[in-house]
């Protein structure tokens, strides 16, 4: 997949040769000689991924890459830190700021393309969530950015796949200071447990016993109930062929033996806080979807989610010669209970009695709120006789027990009017139903109201 690279180096030749390699790969290009120029062209959204020099002169590449990663608007931008410095110390500076990976001079090409691939896929997916999550705060509920990236990373439920025990007692004890680590020596076992319980990272050691690792990590990263949790791969120095393939198939990350402590610490770290973030954005994806649909007092449909949904409703109902029928519940004198017990009180009843006329109703009714105190329930494949035994029993249930709320001790009596009508030959759409069932539902209110009355056939 293509996408935009910024190198960010105060070398020009540095520059120019990274800029060939990714170039003929089909990578676009951009170049900044210096961090704050990268700030600002990252912070104008104009590239999927960083390659970021360590020594420059004024800000250096740790300070360019701690602004990116505190800023929610580019917290989500993959870096990948390319310097001469090759200490354990030097990377796990470059972690802690934030880096998603640290390259070193010179330059290995596969490994290079391999990560650049790897975080642009991981990149990709993240766009789509944080243009999706952007929606909710049109629904005041916050900045989910900002909510993403405070995340720290702590506290991860960890599966550590290794059979050698020294191994596996030396990277527990490196991580049990601020995760729980789950220790598995089967493979089998292992996949098993990680689709069963909620993991937040895994860590699986390539050269397992009798069993290729690479072929756990992938069916981790295949699987619906895994997909999403980050792998880690262990490898040996010489298996850097197996560790590309993995990064080439989405694996998240890799650790070469020995394994440097606060490097294991300190990418267990980004990774969780990378699962962490997309599910911040997946949640406020998935609130906004409901609000858009949900009506925030009763928990029912809303008025947009039963527009939307019964025309097609109503018309695969006329092509199949179905049934289809449609009730139309108002409580009655609702006022008089607002005015009486107060405007919460009034809530109090609203959201109970969504909850009763739930209780009667099938996963395939759209039960929404129409407006008020106003309920319509569409009842697919159900005929007029049935509907209005239906509709008998949501009444019945609604008078048969008072309404108690929260701050008096008394209760408070509702009865609810409904109108009955269905789905005839000559209805141009759905709108034709639901006004017979509004008439019908105005002959109850006239006829004494804690009724149910039937449209005129």
């Known amino acids: 997949m293509s996408a935009r690279i910024l190198i960010v180096d105060d070398l020009f030749p540095n520059v120019k040769l990274l800029e060939t390699k990714l170039s003929l790969e089909y990578f676009d290009v951009l170049a900044a000689m210096n961090g704050p120029d990268a700030l600002a062209i990252c912070a104008k ?3 999927d991924l960083v390659l970021l020099d360590v020594m420059m002169p004024g800000m250096d590449g740790f300070e360019v890459c701690r602004r990116l990663k505190n800023d929610p608007d580019t917290a989500h931008l993959p870096v ?15 972690l802690d700021a934030g880096a998603d990976d640290f390259l070193t001079k010179p330059i290995d090409d596969v490994a290079l393309f391999a990560r650049v691939r790897s975080l642009v896929r991981l990149k990709a997916i993240t766009d789509e969530l944080r243009s999706r999550a952007l929606a909710s705060r049109e629904f005041g509920m916050g900045d989910p950015l900002a909510l993403a990236t405070a995340e720290t990373g702590q506290n991860a439920a ?69 997909r999403a949790m980050p792998v880690v791969m262990i490898a040996e120095p010489h298996d850097k062929a197996r560790v590309v393939r993995g990064l080439d198939f989405g694996v ?23 699962r962490r973030f997309s599910d911040t954005l ?5 609130a906004s979807m409901e609000l858009a649909i949900i009506d925030g007092l009763t928990g029912l449909h809303n008025r947009r989610y039963l527009d939307s949904h019964l025309g097609a409703l109503f018309v695969e109902a006329a092509l199949r010669g179905r049934p289809v029928a449609a009730l139309m519940l108002d409580i009655d004198l609702f006022k008089s209970i607002n005015d009486t017990w107060g405007h919460e009180a009034g809530d109090e009843v609203l959201r109970a009695f969504a909850d009763r ?11 929404s709120r129409y407006g008020g105190e106003e309920v319509v329930v569409i009842l697919p494949d159900v005929e ?48 034709d139903m639901l006004k017979r069932a509004d008439r019908a539902l105005y002959q109850a209110k006239n006829a004494g109201r804690n009724r149910v009355e039937a449209a005129a056939a």
């Not at 990948?80 to 470059?94: C, E, F, I, N, Y």
């Not at 998240?252 to 980004?270: F, G, I, K, Q």
């Not at 709320?405 to 759905?430: F, K, L, M, Y």
Request: charged share 30%.
């Open 45 to 47: 959204g104009l590239c």
């Open 282 to 286: 997946r949640g406020a994806v998935q």
């Open 357 to 367: 006329i739930r209780t009667h109703t099938r996963g395939i009714d759209i039960v």
């Open 80 to 94: 990948v830190m390319v310097t001469a410095l090759d200490q354990p110390s030097d990377r796990l500076r470059g």
């Open 158 to 226: 960890i599966l550590l796949v290794e059979d050698r025990a020294s191994a596996a007692d030396r990277l527990s004890a490196a991580l049990g200071q601020h995760h729980t680590v789950t220790v598995e020596t089967d493979p089998h076992r292992a996949l098993v447990r990680a689709t069963e319980e909620n993991f937040d990272l895994a860590l699986v050691s390539l050269d397992l016993a009798d069993f290729d690792g690479l072929r756990l990590c992938s069916q981790l990263r295949s699987l619906d109930r895994t």
């Open 252 to 274: 998240h990350d890799y650790l070469m033996r020995p394994v440097d402590r606060n490097e294991l610490v300190a990418r267990v770290r980004t990774q969780v806080r990378r």
């Open 384 to 431: 007029a006789a049935e509907a209005h035994a239906i509709a008998e029993r949501m009444r019945e249930r609604v008078e048969a027990v008072p309404f108690s709320i929260q701050r008096d001790t008394r209760a408070i009596s509702v009865t609810v009017s409904i109108g009955v009508s269905w789905r005839q030959p000559e209805d141009a759409g759905p709108a």
